[in-house]
Protein backbone atom coordinates (compact mmCIF):
# COMPACT_ATOMS: atom_id res chain seq x y z
CA UNK A 1 0.00 0.00 0.00
CA UNK A 2 1.51 3.62 -0.85
CA UNK A 3 0.21 5.46 1.91
CA UNK A 4 2.23 3.14 4.51
CA UNK A 5 5.53 2.83 2.15
CA UNK A 6 6.90 6.04 3.70
CA UNK A 7 6.07 4.93 6.97
CA UNK A 8 8.28 1.89 7.21
CA UNK A 9 11.62 3.05 8.90
CA UNK A 10 9.51 4.92 11.10
CA UNK A 11 7.79 1.96 12.28
CA UNK A 12 10.18 -0.16 12.46
CA UNK A 13 12.39 2.50 14.46
CA UNK A 14 10.15 3.03 16.88
CA UNK A 15 8.66 -0.71 17.01
CA UNK A 16 12.22 -1.77 18.07
CA UNK A 17 12.35 0.73 20.86
CA UNK A 18 9.61 -0.18 22.24
CA UNK A 19 10.36 -3.97 22.47
CA UNK A 20 13.57 -3.05 23.29
CA UNK A 21 12.36 -0.71 26.60
CA UNK A 22 9.83 -3.36 27.51
CA UNK A 23 12.83 -6.01 27.81
CA UNK A 24 14.39 -3.29 29.72
CA UNK A 25 11.31 -2.61 32.21
CA UNK A 26 11.20 -6.28 33.10
CA UNK A 27 14.96 -6.15 34.03
CA UNK A 28 14.57 -3.19 35.93
CA UNK A 29 11.66 -4.56 37.77
CA UNK A 30 13.78 -8.17 38.15
CA UNK A 31 16.39 -6.39 39.97
CA UNK A 32 14.12 -4.24 42.21
CA UNK A 33 12.00 -7.53 43.10
CA UNK A 34 14.01 -8.47 46.03
CA UNK A 35 12.60 -6.23 47.83
CA UNK A 36 9.77 -7.13 49.88
CA UNK A 37 6.45 -6.01 48.17
CA UNK A 38 3.19 -5.13 50.82
CA UNK A 39 -0.15 -4.97 49.85
CA UNK A 40 -0.17 -0.93 49.13
CA UNK A 41 2.83 -0.70 47.08
CA UNK A 42 1.44 -3.62 45.20
CA UNK A 43 -1.21 -1.36 44.15
CA UNK A 44 0.79 1.76 43.65
CA UNK A 45 2.44 -0.46 41.08
CA UNK A 46 -0.44 -1.60 38.98
CA UNK A 47 -1.15 2.21 38.99
CA UNK A 48 1.79 3.50 38.32
CA UNK A 49 4.38 0.38 36.70
CA UNK A 50 2.44 -1.25 34.46
CA UNK A 51 1.06 1.29 32.22
CA UNK A 52 4.77 1.26 31.43
CA UNK A 53 4.72 -1.70 29.53
CA UNK A 54 1.00 -0.85 28.38
CA UNK A 55 1.97 1.93 26.80
CA UNK A 56 5.34 -0.23 25.22
CA UNK A 57 3.00 -3.08 23.72
CA UNK A 58 1.24 -0.65 22.06
CA UNK A 59 3.90 1.23 20.30
CA UNK A 60 4.78 -2.05 19.12
CA UNK A 61 1.42 -3.54 18.34
CA UNK A 62 0.60 0.19 16.43
CA UNK A 63 4.08 -0.13 14.88
CA UNK A 64 3.20 -4.07 13.78
CA UNK A 65 0.08 -3.00 12.48
CA UNK A 66 1.19 -0.19 10.07
CA UNK A 67 3.94 -2.26 9.12
CA UNK A 68 1.79 -5.20 7.52
CA UNK A 69 1.39 -5.44 4.02
CA UNK A 70 -2.09 -4.04 3.91
CA UNK A 71 -3.99 -4.11 0.59
CA UNK A 72 -6.33 -1.55 1.52
CA UNK A 73 -5.93 1.43 4.48
CA UNK A 74 -9.11 0.07 6.29
CA UNK A 75 -8.30 -2.66 8.30
CA UNK A 76 -5.35 -1.28 9.45
CA UNK A 77 -7.72 1.61 10.19
CA UNK A 78 -9.99 -0.20 12.22
CA UNK A 79 -7.35 -1.89 14.03
CA UNK A 80 -5.35 1.09 15.20
CA UNK A 81 -8.74 2.86 16.18
CA UNK A 82 -9.69 -0.08 18.48
CA UNK A 83 -6.29 0.16 20.12
CA UNK A 84 -7.06 4.02 20.43
CA UNK A 85 -10.64 2.72 22.35
CA UNK A 86 -8.73 0.35 24.34
CA UNK A 87 -6.41 2.95 25.51
CA UNK A 88 -9.13 5.41 26.52
CA UNK A 89 -10.86 2.61 28.72
CA UNK A 90 -6.93 1.86 30.32
CA UNK A 91 -6.58 5.58 31.08
CA UNK A 92 -9.66 5.72 33.33
CA UNK A 93 -8.55 1.81 34.81
CA UNK A 94 -5.45 3.80 35.35
CA UNK A 95 -6.89 7.13 37.21
CA UNK A 96 -9.08 4.63 39.72
CA UNK A 97 -5.85 3.04 40.63
CA UNK A 98 -4.21 5.66 41.03
CA UNK A 99 -6.92 6.78 43.53
CA UNK A 100 -7.09 3.37 45.31
CA UNK A 101 -3.55 3.49 46.09
CA UNK A 102 -2.32 4.52 49.05
CA UNK A 103 1.75 4.20 49.17
CA UNK A 104 2.15 7.05 47.06
CA UNK A 105 0.49 10.64 46.64
CA UNK A 106 0.34 11.77 43.28
CA UNK A 107 1.55 15.35 41.89
CA UNK A 108 0.60 17.25 38.99
CA UNK A 109 3.52 15.34 36.89
CA UNK A 110 1.72 12.00 37.66
CA UNK A 111 -1.53 13.11 36.69
CA UNK A 112 0.11 14.66 33.14
CA UNK A 113 1.83 11.70 32.48
CA UNK A 114 0.04 8.93 33.59
CA UNK A 115 -3.38 10.27 32.87
CA UNK A 116 -3.83 12.97 30.96
CA UNK A 117 -1.00 12.31 27.96
CA UNK A 118 -1.89 8.82 27.64
CA UNK A 119 -5.70 9.93 26.76
CA UNK A 120 -4.65 12.05 24.47
CA UNK A 121 -2.59 9.64 22.67
CA UNK A 122 -4.71 7.40 22.54
CA UNK A 123 -7.90 9.66 21.99
CA UNK A 124 -5.99 10.80 18.86
CA UNK A 125 -5.33 7.32 17.68
CA UNK A 126 -9.09 6.54 17.84
CA UNK A 127 -10.30 9.83 16.18
CA UNK A 128 -7.17 9.40 13.24
CA UNK A 129 -8.94 6.03 12.54
CA UNK A 130 -12.08 7.92 11.30
CA UNK A 131 -10.22 10.86 9.96
CA UNK A 132 -8.69 8.76 7.84
CA UNK A 133 -10.89 7.91 5.07
CA UNK A 134 -10.73 11.37 3.59
CA UNK A 135 -7.06 12.87 5.27
CA UNK A 136 -5.10 9.29 5.03
CA UNK A 137 -1.69 11.64 4.66
CA UNK A 138 -2.64 13.53 8.06
CA UNK A 139 -3.99 10.47 9.50
CA UNK A 140 -0.45 9.02 9.48
CA UNK A 141 1.40 11.77 10.70
CA UNK A 142 -1.15 12.30 13.54
CA UNK A 143 -0.61 8.82 14.61
CA UNK A 144 3.18 8.53 14.35
CA UNK A 145 3.03 11.56 16.34
CA UNK A 146 0.68 9.61 18.82
CA UNK A 147 3.17 6.77 18.71
CA UNK A 148 6.20 8.40 19.71
CA UNK A 149 4.17 10.52 22.70
CA UNK A 150 3.46 7.11 23.96
CA UNK A 151 6.92 5.82 23.74
CA UNK A 152 8.07 9.06 25.49
CA UNK A 153 5.30 8.86 28.43
CA UNK A 154 6.70 5.21 29.16
CA UNK A 155 10.69 6.23 29.19
CA UNK A 156 9.39 9.25 31.46
CA UNK A 157 7.22 7.24 33.94
CA UNK A 158 9.28 4.33 33.41
CA UNK A 159 12.59 7.19 34.83
CA UNK A 160 10.37 8.20 37.23
CA UNK A 161 9.58 4.59 38.78
CA UNK A 162 13.58 3.40 38.78
CA UNK A 163 14.37 6.82 40.57
CA UNK A 164 11.54 6.82 43.02
CA UNK A 165 12.75 3.27 43.90
CA UNK A 166 16.37 3.52 44.01
CA UNK A 167 16.27 7.89 45.80
CA UNK A 168 13.09 7.16 48.01
CA UNK A 169 12.32 3.90 49.09
CA UNK A 170 14.80 2.24 51.37
CA UNK A 171 14.58 -1.75 50.92
CA UNK A 172 13.03 -3.80 53.96
CA UNK A 173 15.45 -5.97 55.85
CA UNK A 174 13.72 -9.73 56.53
Known sequence: MTALSGWENFYVIVGSSAGALIGLQFVVLTLIAARPVSQPTAEAGHAFATPNIVH???????????????????????LWGLLGLSGIVYAAVITRRMRQQITYKPVLEDWLFHVLLPFVAYT?????????????????????????????IGIHNAWDAVTYHVFVTEPKDH
Open 56 to 78: FGAVLLLSGILSAPWQELAPAAA
Open 124 to 152: TLAVAAFASRSHVRDALFVIGASSMLLLF
